[in-house]
């Protein structure tokens, strides 16, 4: 890792001398920004219990001057530096944990277990990488203070709970986050990427992650013996037509241009081999990019359950129950396009156009898409970092291996390379918005 981050200083030197500055700045902060990244990995919350992290956060930033706010939309804090006439201009950090046993073997590995409110006991990481978005806030909250002669306007600073519940974001909204704080022109966050090299930047220009939809569906039957199936309305099989007809929903009613999914990732029913239960379920996951592919998407599964059931003689008062988890809904990422274009320009004069990358866009999901989408007049974007060790990813594309994904137990980022690049990117980013005239 050490090898690693002083590649990454080494590179620093070859930029232009504005950048070389900051780059300069960043490597100063970075031994105590490790010790607080080490400790926030081995103390991961799960989501909405993000309390500790949170007081980490909100203690760095008072001691810079900001004016911080606690539990908002829970956990959230909102940490306002105020300096003079100009834009308002947001940096997002989420803070949140995973369900997940670390099974990397390093030093600093989460040891941390739970019980969850479900009453299953389990291992906690930051398997998302959150708490390299946590401690790259906190390098951007010490750059901003530090170099407060160099801009104008006010910067919103926000600790995010319960991303990875699609929850965090709209409760810190509906807690008035642009109500009670200064409303932004500007929203800017990182996410840490599995898939590239440590260093370096991606951007999507437009729809970069999708609409993310948790779909139950309760399939009913009337259930009887398994020897007289004429005495009964099977549920499993008409759930398992439903699946097979759900397949065509993609395939079939949506333009091949549109990028969509719809996967049954679940499919529970019955409890003996001679019984004919009287209740199947299912749980789906639906991606898309446009409302209007959504909407086709939800309506189509409704439909399809109901007409599957007519089809086999289900009564009226036994059709398919289809609920939509509007709690769990994360609305597709959209990068302001001529936004993004701009600060990837920007970017690639600091970095190089080696490190700055056009990536395409995934059908993962991320809630700071809410930031943007409540006013249009926002211009929002959320930029990759690579956190794949580069002697990892050579050996891996060389074997031919495939790489530990985000949420995997064995996910192990080059956290300096990630705070490093997140830090010095995304404090240039916004010194570049609220340049003082
Ligand atoms: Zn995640
Ligand atoms: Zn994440």
């Given amino acids: 890792m050490r090898i690693l981050w002083t590649g990454v200083a080494a590179l620093a030197l070859a930029m232009p001398a504005t950048a070389q500055t900051l780059g300069g700045e960043v490597e100063k902060q970075m031994p105590s920004l490790m010790a607080i990244y080490k400790d926030l990995h081995a103390n991961p919350e799960l989501s909405f219990m993000e309390v500790r992290s949170a007081g980490i956060l909100a203690a760095e930033a008072r001691k810079l001057g900001y004016k911080v706010t606690e539990k908002v939309g829970g956990t959230g804090i909102v940490a306002v530096l105020e300096n003079g006439p100009g834009p308002v201009v947001l ?25 969850t409110k479900e009453g299953v006991e389990t291992g906690v990481m930051h398997a998302c990488g959150h708490d390299t978005h946590m401690t790259a806030w906190v390098g951007v909250a010490r750059l901003m203070a530090a170099n407060k002669a160099k ?39 990182f996410h840490d990427a599995a898939q590239f090299p440590a260093g370096k930047i991606g951007y999507t220009p437009g729809y ?6 948790s779909v ?7 259930g009887g013996h398994g020897a007289y199936p004429q005495t009964t309305k099977d549920p499993i099989v008409l759930a398992s037509r439903i699946v097979g007809a759900l397949q065509t929903l993609v395939s079939r009613e949506i333009s091949p241009l549109d990028s969509a999914v719809v996967t049954v990732g679940s499919f529970h029913a019955g409890a003996k081999h001679n019984i004919i239960s009287d209740e199947a379920k299912l749980q789906l996951t639906v991606r898309s990019y446009s409302d209007e592919v959504r909407d ?43 936004f993004t274009e701009e600060m990837a320009a920007f970017l690639k004069t600091s970095f190089g156009d080696d490190r700055v990358v056009q990536m395409p866009p995934v059908m993962g999901g991320e809630d700071f898409s809410r930031f943007g989408r409540e006013d249009k007049s926002i211009k929002s974007l959320i ?20 790489l530990p994904s985000l949420h995997s137990p064995f996910w192990a980022p080059d956290a300096p390379a990630v705070i490093s690049t997140a830090t010095e990117a995304l404090t240039a980013m916004t010194l570049k918005l609220m340049a003082k005239k």
């Avoid at 940096?91 to 019980?115: C, F, I, N």
């Fill in 151 to 189: 801009w104008s306007g006010t910067l919103v600073m926000i600790g995010q709970p319960a991303e990875e519940r699609g929850a965090g974001a709209r409760m810190m909204l509906a807690d008035g986050l642009y109500t009670r704080f200064p409303k932004p022109q500007y929203a800017l966050a």
């Fill in 296 to 338: 086709h998407l939800l309506d189509g599964i409704a439909r399809i359950a109901k007409g599957e059931a007519i089809a086999a003689g289900i009564p009226d008062d036994k059709m398919p129950v289809v609920t939509v988890n509007k709690d769990e809904y994360t609305p597709s990422t959209f990068n302001t396009p001529e």
């Fill in 383 to 402: 930029v990759w970092v690579g956190g794949v060790p580069q002697a990892e990813y050579d050996a891996a594309k060389k074997e031919g291996r495939t």
């Fill in 91 to 115: 940096v997002r950090a989420d803070m949140d944990g995973l369900p997940v046993t670390e099974q990397t073997g390093l030093a600093g590995a989460s040891k941390v277990r739970v019980t």
């Fill in 208 to 213: 970069a992650l999708a609409n993310v939809d």
């Fill in 216 to 222: 139950d569906i309760s399939v009913k039957g009337v």
